[in-house]
């Protein structure tokens, strides 16, 4: 399709001698690609207003601009150059941000990527256009307004691709920068020379400010938007061009504006930089001339007039009409809140805040000239306020004004092609960065270089411009070596700043550690330092950062609240309990009509919470814990955190009825809090009514499917079912459980109990084995493992088992009693067996079987007056119990064969001592009797 223009033959000057060089319809060049040096980039300006157009092909055609016709001319191809700078564009990016694919999450990352349920499949896509860019509905007043849902649905397609791998995140990142910088080039060379555009954006991708934006997840917005931006503007360029008005390309733009506003709100500015395209560079207009007719008279409108004012009115009431529409039924009308360490200016009167706004804007230009020393967050005591007229800074706001001015004039009082170049390169470095300026509203930082991105694609290009102009105006050999070297210099600090810059972002750690060397005055980075610290399990270092971001910012009530956590971690519970008391009491006072939020952090009322959670830990004091949650839902009555833990304080005094009422109120501000339904069901279980509590876990598991506590305690509910098709989806939730946390030891026991009762052996065995891995102290695990064993004739497989178990809780009864009875029956050591019945009932005096199998080992040994005896105690505490009465009968019964086996044994033992005694007395008779008649003899 032919693009038509106002075309002019022109000349430019380079080395005394002169060439004639025709523009095209294709690419009426402000600097002509015509000289070999610095990749062939020349200057050429000329009194003679340009009309540009594309840089691709297109068959000659006629035109009418302003009235006037354009004579054809020859078109120039430059398709094979812009390809070949395109790839060199994409292998410089891919060098520069290949580490970042190392990275993980961190910062920002951390609430609009981990903890951001929105981007769940199980969450309604509808959310997305409710919600903020952290999660938060648009309609609660801790929201941020932050509305950017198809930044967040990118996301989303990232999370059913790779759920939380944040490769897939930062990839997705450096494939978006690589495609701003193609479109960026596109956009330069509408305005400048092909070799020209192609070094604004080398400089453009190599920055390091754009760190930020392509390392953290959460800087995709900024390309997201980015690319619908330049979109938008090459259809506006595109309707600029038609003789009547181009409705197709006009509506283009408004639905791309609209959508690049969905990615992030900047996006709106580029109606803007179209409408300053429109009247200053399309109708090559200068601000004399607009001002020359708004106020002379005119008897007729001009054709460029109703051309622009129609096109103009098209895509402003278009996308305002789009953008009230987003405010009223989204926003509610109702900005952010911040408080003064977000933004300490904000909170300052005049002339405080508007010196220290303007100083601001000179730190963001020097950040993009030399970014050097780049930080995270620049928050808090970063940037000292300007307070006075002689503060030496407001030198540094006065250049910044100066030069700003100078160029502002350059682009809108002159008409030459440099003058345009210039003033689109302002359009496009001012207007994207108005949002940021709290010059409409305030924003809840004081510098962020992600919201540099689109403006350094303005600042780029004037350094391009810059260059050629330098080239042109000191023409010869060295010039161009000198340029060619700058170009080279700058390309090559920022791709190794970059690939530096990127390694700060590997971790949380890292990021803000590398920030403290930057400035040590914001003290929420050394909170963010001990954050890190206190994740990795290092409370004891962490302790010290969170101590100097309370002495570097003393009225820090979060710094305060970081040092109690601390202290509670470290088991330093009255070091603890001071901390949170001091910050407890840097609270201001509610003051009654006024809003508690607009005057204080609402992440600073965790300081009742923490507190009443450490106090609670002593049983006697439940009662002041109680007291400190209700005080904090008085200051803030949705605050939700506090209604859960209160329940939790009601459930341990008994309070059940109330700790319904307190979850049924926190329900009331989150209905969509999968956390509140399962406190409910523990409610209801405590209650002792599990259909209830199964139907609040079931709710629970609406909002969320994978919520692993509700998984659970679902399961284990449905499992004491008789109904077997109840049981399976009891064993389907734990299966599911498997799935999203498979590190958990108690889903592998339920397990392992539900096989058990259908007798799949093996496969209890392997659950309950699992279980024990997880968790060698796990005392269920442990016990039902060796009772698997010992009912399947394995008992010297369960002795080890069980000897942990005696180990660890030397008074677990049940496992005493199952060794006992293996040291009984297997090894018929009968002592021992006694010992371990012994100290079993020593541990639960009325445990019957342990009384039981005493008794039995008092058999066992022959001691049956004893096992009588002990038997008939038995009886007398368990009178219900039959085999007590089977066993003392039986014993009673061996007791009486014994006793009648004595007695035969004794009668047969007289009859054989009277016989014996009869013939010992016959023998002495006869011994007698020989003994006389041997006497008689010898007489």
Not at 497 to 504: A, E, F, G, L, P
Request: hydrophobic share 40%.
């Amino acid at each position: 399709m032919g693009r038509t223009c106002h075309h002019s033959a022109r000349w430019q000057r380079r080395g005394g001698s002169t060439t004639v060089v025709t523009t095209t319809d294709s690419h009426p060049p402000i600097i002509n690609g015509t000289s070999s040096s610095l990749v062939t980039m020349t200057m050429l300006e000329n009194n003679n207003t340009v009309h540009p157009s594309n840089h691709h092909t297109h068959a000659p055609t006629h035109t009418h601009t302003g009235g006037k016709t354009a004579p054809p001319a020859t078109p120039v191809t430059m398709t094979t150059g812009f390809h070949t700078y395109a790839i060199i564009l994409c292998v410089l990016v891919c060098v520069c941000y290949f580490n970042s694919l190392s990275c993980g999450f961190v910062f920002d990352d951390m609430t609009a990527i981990n903890s951001n349920k929105d981007l769940r499949p199980t969450t309604s896509l509808l959310n997305l256009f409710k919600n903020d860019f952290w999660g938060t509905p648009m309609s609660k007043e801790r929201s941020h307004k932050s509305y950017r849902p198809l930044c967040v649905l990118t996301f989303r397609w990232n999370y059913l691709l790779g759920e939380l791998n944040p490769v897939g995140y930062h990839l997705v990142n450096l494939c978006l920068h690589a495609g701003v910088c193609l479109l960026y080039m596109d956009m330069v060379s509408l305005f400048v020379s092909l070799p020209t555009s192609f070094i604004a954006a080398l400089l453009f991708a190599v920055h390091p400010i754009h760190t930020e934006t392509v390392t953290g997840v959460v800087g995709r917005a900024e390309m997201l938007s980015s690319i619908f931006y330049l979109l938008a503007f090459r259809c506006y360029y595109k309707a600029t061009k038609s003789i009547k008005l181009d409705w197709l390309n006009l509506l283009a733009t408004v639905l791309l504006v609209t959508v690049a506003m969905l990615c992030k709100e900047q996006g709106i500015t580029a109606v803007a930089v179209c409408c300053v395209f429109d009247v200053f560079v399309a109708q090559q207009k200068s601000l004399k001339d607009v001002f020359s007719m708004l106020t002379g008279v005119m008897t007729s409108v001009p054709v460029w007039v109703r051309q622009s004012v129609c096109r103009i009115s098209v895509l402003v009431f278009g996308t305002v009409g789009l953008l009230v529409i987003r405010i009223s039924a989204v926003q509610g009308a109702e900005l952010p809140v911040f408080t003064k360490f977000d933004n300490p200016a904000s909170q300052e009167d005049s002339p405080v805040r508007q010196l220290t706004y303007n100083y601001l804007l000179s730190i963001n230009s020097w950040l993009l000239l030399h970014p050097s020393q780049l930080c995270c967050d620049w928050t808090m005591g970063t940037v000292p306020l300007v307070e006075t007229l002689t503060d030496p800074r407001n030198l540094a706001t006065l250049l910044f004004w100066t030069v700003l001015c100078y160029l502002i004039y350059l682009s809108l009082f002159k008409k030459t092609s440099l003058s345009k170049a210039v003033g689109m390169s302002l359009a496009f470095l001012i207007f994207p960065f108005i949002p940021a300026t709290n010059l409409f509203f305030p924003v809840g930082f004081v510098v962020a270089e992600r919201t540099l991105y689109v403006p350094s694609m303005g600042f780029c290009m004037l350094v391009a411009i810059g260059l050629t102009c330098v080239n042109q105006m000191w023409a010869g050999f060295s010039s161009g070596v000198v340029c060619k070297g700058v170009v080279f210099y700058l390309v090559l600090f920022g791709s190794v700043k970059t690939i530096v810059r990127n390694s700060d972002w590997r971790s949380e750690y890292t990021l803000f550690l590398s920030a403290l060397t930057v400035n040590e005055k914001n003290a929420k980075l050394w909170n963010n330092v001990g954050h890190a610290l206190e994740n990795e399990g290092r409370f004891d270092v962490a302790l010290g950062y969170f101590k100097m971001a309370a002495a570097v910012q003393p009225d820090d009530i979060g710094a305060h609240i970081n040092v109690g956590r601390t202290f509670k971690n470290l088991e330093m519970f009255e070091e603890a309990e001071a901390s949170y008391v001091f910050a407890k009491e840097m609270m201001p006072p509610v003051i009654p009509g006024r809003k508690y939020t607009t005057r204080i952090n609402p992440n600073y009322l965790n300081v009742y919470v923490n507190l009443a959670n450490l106090i609670k830990m002593n049983s006697s004091r439940l009662i002041e814990a109680d007291n400190l949650y209700k005080q904090a839902v008085s200051m803030r009555p949705d605050f939700v955190q506090a209604y859960i833990n209160r329940g939790d304080i009601l459930l341990r005094l008994n309070n059940t009825q109330e700790a319904l009422n307190v979850y049924r109120t926190a329900l009331v501000y989150e209905q969509d809090n999968p956390d509140i339904y399962f406190n409910l069901g523990i409610v209801h279980l405590e209650r002792g009514d599990k259909p209830r509590a199964l139907e609040s876990f079931n709710e629970a598991l609406k909002l969320e499917p994978t919520h692993s506590k509700s998984l659970y305690n679902s399961a284990v509910i449905l499992s004491e079912s008789h109904d077997r098709g109840l049981k399976k989806i009891a064993e389907q939730r734990l299966q599911t459980l498997r799935r999203v946390d498979p590190d958990n030891e108690r889903l592998y026991f339920s397990l392992g109990m539900m096989a058990m009762d259908e007798d799949r052996i093996t496969e209890a065995e392997t659950y309950f084995k699992r279980a024990v891995e997880l968790d060698p102290k796990f005392r269920s695990a442990l016990f039902n493992l060796a009772l698997l064993y010992s009912e399947s004739e394995r008992a010297l497989l369960a002795e080890p088992h069980l000897n942990t178990i005696v180990h660890l809780y030397p008074n677990h009864v049940k496992s005493l009693i199952l060794l006992g009875d293996i040291t009984l029956n297997k090894h018929r050591d009968i002592p021992a067996a006694k010992q371990y019945f012994t100290r079993a009932i020593e541990s639960d005096p009325a445990n019957e079987l342990a009384r039981h199998n005493l008794c039995i080992a008092h058999v066992e040994s022959g001691h049956l007056y004893r096992a009588e005896r002990c038997l008939l105690d038995l009886i007398i505490m368990a009178p219900h119990r039959p085999q007590a009465q089977e066993h003392l009968k039986l014993v009673r019964q061996r007791i009486t064969t014994a006793t009648a086996t004595v007695v035969t044994n004794s009668h047969d033992q007289s009859q054989q001592s009277t016989q014996q005694t009869d013939d010992q007395s016959q023998q002495s008779t006869q011994q007698t009797d020989d003994q006389s008649q041997q006497s008689t003899q010898q007489t």
